[in-house]
């Protein structure tokens, strides 16, 4: 009997331990952000960066497009730690996706600054980046959402991973797919998160490549709409053009954030090649082009994906804990 119940014993014990590493285990890999983060020690953070991103937007409309592109940036170099707001030379804000690009840093300077006068030393850059991006997209019409926050900021820019890590408008599906793979996303998030680009803009250095002589081929890329192609050759000439002019990547509601970007696609009315391809490529028909059409035809499936999404991308290698530090100034580390 003694035995026998020995035996339950240690059986007993053997299958507490492996419950209990099991769940430790998924503890582990789950994210270690929360949304009540600052409630004790800076309980007005949102009003704030509500605040500064509403003022910003309100003299640029533009200006929501950008700071979601920066927290978009960031998250895909070195995780969401705000490496890409330090200055300096080596700063990923001079790598070839950012230079003469990115933008939205003096408004992350502000709202910063609004921050450390009600809770000085408290609140990371990283996660400005963060609450600033869905304030963009709910102050454009598009949907809310709870940021989980207690990022920490880096020490180091990666400049060297913004060149390569970061998805290029000329880029084949595939190397785009391998990109979101690469920092833990998934073909629906690749979708889902490109509809980003129902607001703001891009210069024609990013789409002229289609305009004139694509790939090769001495003519405009087939799979862009015509009369938009005319528009676009007037905006950007062949010869003597500033290569700095700027179209809308949704011409259709420019500043609103609805899922007319797909239905864009869907009419060879995507204006980056990297936009297009996700419903006209070969890789498309296996990938990307059923999901494109369901967010043409469905704005709520296409508002709850993109959410999810963005938490998703938001949570991608956070320093937390006592790794990094929080920055006094969003371009310096301490
Ligand atoms: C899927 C791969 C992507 C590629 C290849 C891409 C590429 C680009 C390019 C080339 C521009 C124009 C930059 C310029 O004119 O200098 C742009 C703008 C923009 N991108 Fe993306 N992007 C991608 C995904 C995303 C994602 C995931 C987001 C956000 C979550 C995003 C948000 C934006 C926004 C809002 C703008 C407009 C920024 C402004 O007006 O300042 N993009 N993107
Ligand atoms: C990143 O790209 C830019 C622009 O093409 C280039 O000047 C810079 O040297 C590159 N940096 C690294 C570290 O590869
Ligand atoms: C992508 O990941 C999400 C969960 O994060 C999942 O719901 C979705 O089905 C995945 N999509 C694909 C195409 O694997
Ligand atoms: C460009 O042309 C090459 C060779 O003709 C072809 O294999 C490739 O698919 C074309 N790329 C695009 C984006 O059309």
């Not at 020995?6 to 099991?22: R, V």
């Not at 533009?62 to 978009?72: A, D, E, Q």
Request: glycine share 8%; charged share 20%.
């Amino acid at each position: 009997m003694k035995g026998t119940s020995n035996t339950f014993n240690a059986f007993s014990s053997l299958i507490i331990i492996i419950i209990m590493t099991f769940l430790g285990l998924c503890l582990v890999a789950r994210s270690q952000l929360t949304a009540d983060f600052y409630v004790k020690t800076c309980p007005n953070v949102a009003k704030i960066v509500r605040r500064g991103v509403q003022s910003a937007m309100r003299n640029e409309m533009r200006m929501g497009g950008s700071l979601i592109r920066l927290h978009f940036h960031d998250c895909f170099v070195n995780g969401c730690d705000a490496s890409l707001l330090l200055d300096g030379s080596g700063g990923e804000k001079f790598a070839a996706p950012n230079l003469n690009s990115a933008r939205g840093f003096e408004v992350i300077d502000a709202i910063k600054s609004s921050v450390e006068s009600e809770c000085s030393g408290v609140v990371s850059c990283a996660d400005i980046l963060a609450i600033a991006a869905r304030d963009s997209v709910v102050l454009s019409g598009g949907p809310t959402w709870k940021v989980l926050l207690g990022r920490r900021d880096g020490l180091v820019a990666n400049q060297a991973g913004a060149n390569s890590s970061l998805p290029s408008p000329f880029d084949t599906l595939e190397v785009i797919i391998n990109k979101f793979v690469n920092v833990g996303l998934n073909v629906t998030d690749v979708v889902s998160l490109s509809g980003s680009h129902t607001f703001g803009f891009a210069r024609c250095a990013t789409f002229s490549n289609r305009l004139f002589n694509f790939n090769q081929t001495g003519s405009q890329d087939v799979t862009l709409e015509s009369t938009m192609a005319s528009e676009l050759q007037r905006l950007c000439p062949q010869v003597n053009g500033d290569v700095n002019k700027i179209a809308p990547l949704d011409r259709n509601s420019v500043d609103l954030f609805d899922n007319h970007y797909f239905k864009n696609l869907i009419d060879n009315k995507g204006l980056l090649g990297s936009d297009q391809i996700l419903y006209s490529s070969e890789t498309a028909a296996t990938t990307t082009r059923s999901l494109v059409e369901i967010y043409s035809n469905d704005v709520n499936l296409f508002f709850t994906d993109f959410v999810n999404s963005m938490i998703k991308m938001a949570d991608i290698s956070p320093l937390t804990g006592s790794a990094g530090e929080i920055r006094k100034n969003c371009r310096v580390a301490n």
